[in-house]
Every structure is written in structure tokens, then in C-alpha cells.
């Protein structure tokens, strides 16, 4: 099995920055792509950023030049640096990690962490 841990949420400011991490661990052969999603109250959840084991980077138009997505492939960690935040920015932040779990099957598994609240308020 593989954990996906996030930490990093909080209370801030408009205009305030926070940094999210998320550490996979667990019986992992390779992580793929990586990504952050959040979801508001009411509303469905949502891609925020994604980033591939090449580090070719993909963000969703709200966040673009305000949020950065990072991984640390020896930590198995990937981090989401969001600058500027706004009030809509507000949500429950999750990542999640394609992962290969055994050297013998080819099967790439999605995992999900259990998500970090992000505050954005005066």
C-alpha cells in the first residue's frame, strides 16, 4: 500500500503564501505524475496543478503565476508553493501520486491524500 501525507494548510491572508507538501511512502517501485487538487464548499473538486516525473509542469488558469508545483524524487515529495492567495483560493487542498507498486506487474495505481484545509481570510 502507499500513504500520501499533506501538510502545510493553514489560515493566511490575502496576499499571504503557504507551502503544501505531500509525502508518498509505502511500497512504491516509481511515482509518475503528481498533482494537487482542492475543492471548495459546494463545488466539485478541481485540478490546481500537475507536475510529471520529467518535471514538465501543467496548472489550471486560476493559479498560473501565482502557484508553483515542485518534487523531490529521492524524498518521494512533491510541494505546491501558492503565492498571492486570494479568498477564493479557500478549500480543502488534496494531492495524489500515480504509483507503481511492483516490479512484477505493469499496473500504475492512483492514491489520494486525505487533504489539508487552506484558509484564505482577512
Known amino acids: 500500500q502507499v500513504q500520501l501525507v499533506e501538510s502545510g494548510g493553514g489560515l493566511v491572508q490575502p496576499g499571504g503564501s503557504l507551502r503544501l507538501s505531500c509525502a508518498a511512502s509505502?511500497?512504491?517501485?516509481?511515482?509518475?505524475?503528481m498533482g494537487w487538487y482542492r475543492q471548495a464548499p459546494g463545488k466539485q473538486r478541481e485540478l490546481v496543478a500537475t507536475?510529471?516525473?520529467?518535471?514538465?509542469?501543467n496548472y489550471a488558469d486560476s493559479v498560473k503565476g501565482r502557484f508553483t508545483i515542485s518534487r523531490d524524487n529521492a524524498k518521494s515529495t512533491e510541494y505546491l508553493q501558492m503565492n498571492s492567495l486570494k479568498p477564493d483560493d479557500t478549500a480543502v487542498y488534496y494531492c495524489?501520486?500515480?504509483?507503481?507498486?511492483?516490479?512484477?506487474?505493469?499496473?500504475?495505481?492512483?492514491?489520494w491524500g486525505q487533504g489539508t484545509q487552506v484558509t484564505v481570510s482577512s
Open positions: 507536475i510529471t516525473n520529467g518535471g514538465s509542469t
Open positions: 495524489n501520486a500515480a504509483v507503481k507498486t511492483s516490479l512484477i506487474k505493469p499496473t500504475i495505481q492512483t492514491y
Open positions: 509505502g511500497s512504491i517501485v516509481s511515482i509518475y505524475t
